[in-house]
């Protein structure tokens, strides 16, 4: 029988809360006054933990499971039906080459859509447009049914 995943502590949901506003690991620690690398560690520990390999993943995971609040966003952009999954598809995959494999398209032209859609969500970065389309009830994605 396998054991249930242990939820984050404290400390990895308030990691996770600024990975969600896309913060760099030496801005987290500068906030959280904690060495960049033990910002690392604590994201590396919950990476292994819940098997994601992306920080986008990891913030996906944790809005669907309730280990941590989506922000406050106003109504959301009108999004194409090819925004959505490009979003879905950023939340859900490790590396931009399985993105584009997903989609059909190449690594440079996903990478310039993924910008455009962060650029009109006015989202800081990826793990923050997550968040965003979290809130927007765009995602959650498959994380559900594992929980």
Same mark, same amino acid.
């Given at each position: 029988? /396998?054991?249930?995943?242990?939820?984050?502590?404290?400390?990895?949901? +308030?990691?996770?809360? %600024?990975? =969600?506003? &896309?913060?760099?690991?030496? +801005?987290?620690? =500068?906030? @959280?006054?904690?060495?960049p690398s033990t910002i690392a560690r604590h994201l590396q520990i919950m990476s292994a933990r819940y098997q994601? /390999?992306?920080?986008? $993943?990891?913030?996906? @995971?944790?809005?669907?499971?309730? %280990? !941590?609040?989506?922000? +406050?966003?106003?109504p959301a952009p009108d999004f194409t039906d090819q925004d959505i999954q490009l979003i879905r598809l950023a *939340?859900?995959?490790?590396?931009? $080459?399985? @993105? &584009? $494999?997903?989609?059909?398209? &190449?690594?440079?032209?996903?990478?310039? #859509?993924?910008?455009?859609?962060? #650029?009109? *969500?006015? *989202?800081?970065?990826?793990?923050?447009?997550?968040?965003?389309?979290?809130?927007?009830?765009? !995602?959650?994605?498959?994380? +559900?049914?594992? &929980?």
């Amino acid at each position: 029988m /396998t054991q249930p995943v242990a939820a984050p502590t404290q400390r990895e949901r +308030e990691v996770v809360s %600024y990975v =969600a506003a &896309s913060l760099s690991n030496d +801005e987290i620690g =500068a906030v @959280l006054k904690l060495a960049p690398s033990t910002i690392a560690r604590h994201l590396q520990i919950m990476s292994a933990r819940y098997q994601v /390999t992306t920080r986008e $993943a990891l913030v996906d @995971l944790a809005l669907s499971r309730g %280990y !941590l609040q989506p922000p +406050e966003a106003g109504p959301a952009p009108d999004f194409t039906d090819q925004d959505i999954q490009l979003i879905r598809l950023a *939340a859900a995959r490790d590396r931009t $080459a399985t @993105l &584009s $494999a997903a989609m059909g398209i &190449s690594k440079s032209t996903a990478l310039r #859509r993924l910008v455009d859609v962060r #650029r009109k *969500a006015g *989202a800081r970065g990826n793990a923050h447009l997550v968040a965003l389309a979290f809130a927007w009830g765009i !995602l959650p994605a498959p994380w +559900e049914a594992t &929980s």
